[in-house]
């Protein structure tokens, strides 16, 4: 019954790959996010999708491409990956969004460590 | 830019004793959220402060939210070894967006 999962939940890859993560959430939510906390513990806003359209893209480079398929499922690409990307990804979703009084619901974190 | 300061970054304590989790910005937020999050997983929704001057009490935490809607803080008392992980403020507004402070990554010492 987990609300919010994604996969892999550890990533360890080159420099220069291509990777995919996965977020899925079974809570009927229509908005979901994907943040990034790094090594200092600080988490960062990227991308927010409603109902499978993106609402925000918060200066993220674009190696990184998020897909919405469907309003459960929200997957995150990067493309040539640098060190610099190494840190935990979190996805999130909440009922609605722009209220600004929902409530996100984080999923476990993937923890992608580029050597 | 830093719009969400929190304090302090790192915090040591015994069981048994009170602390204060201070959460400040110049700017005006919807609502101002406090999480935790333990160790290999995501953080988790304490609680929402909505109204200036709010204040919620969920058992030995008090949460309250400044008058102007800036500041909030979070007010533990007899803290619990449970009690230790990473708290993280967070200010919301009507745009999808969760702006979070840096987290005060809490000890509390048997």
């Known amino acids: 019954d987990t609300a919010v999962s994604q996969t892999p939940k550890y990533l360890v890859t080159q420099m220069g790959n291509d990777k995919s993560i996965k977020c899925e959430q079974n809570l009927g939510h229509d908005t979901m996010y994907w943040y990034k906390q790094d090594s200092k513990k600080f988490l960062k806003i990227m991308f927010s999708?409603?109902?499978?359209?993106?609402?925000i893209n918060e200066t993220v480079p674009n190696r990184f491409s998020p897909k919405s398929p469907d309003k459960a499922h929200l997957n995150l690409h990067i493309n040539s990956l640098e060190l610099g990307d190494s840190a935990v990804y979190f996805c999130a979703s909440s009922q609605e969004g722009g209220t600004g009084v929902e409530t996100q619901y984080f999923g476990p974190g993937t923890r992608l460590l580029v050597l | 830019t830093q719009l969400l300061e929190q304090s302090p970054q790192f915090l040591s304590i015994q069981e048994g004793e009170n602390l204060t989790v201070y959460c400040n910005s110049s700017?005006?937020?919807?609502?101002l959220q406090w999480y935790r999050q333990e160790p290999g997983e995501g953080p988790v929704l304490l609680v929402t402060v909505v109204t200036g001057g709010e204040v919620k009490k969920l058992k030995r935490l008090t949460f309250q939210f400044g008058d102007a809607r800036k500041d909030s803080s979070l007010h533990i008392t007899a803290a619990q070894t449970g009690d230790t992980g990473l708290y993280l403020c967070a200010g919301a507004r009507s745009n999808y967006k969760l702006t979070f402070g840096k987290g005060t990554l809490l000890t509390v010492n048997p």
């Open positions: 700017s005006v937020f919807s609502s």
């Open positions: 999708y409603n109902n499978k359209e993106l609402i």
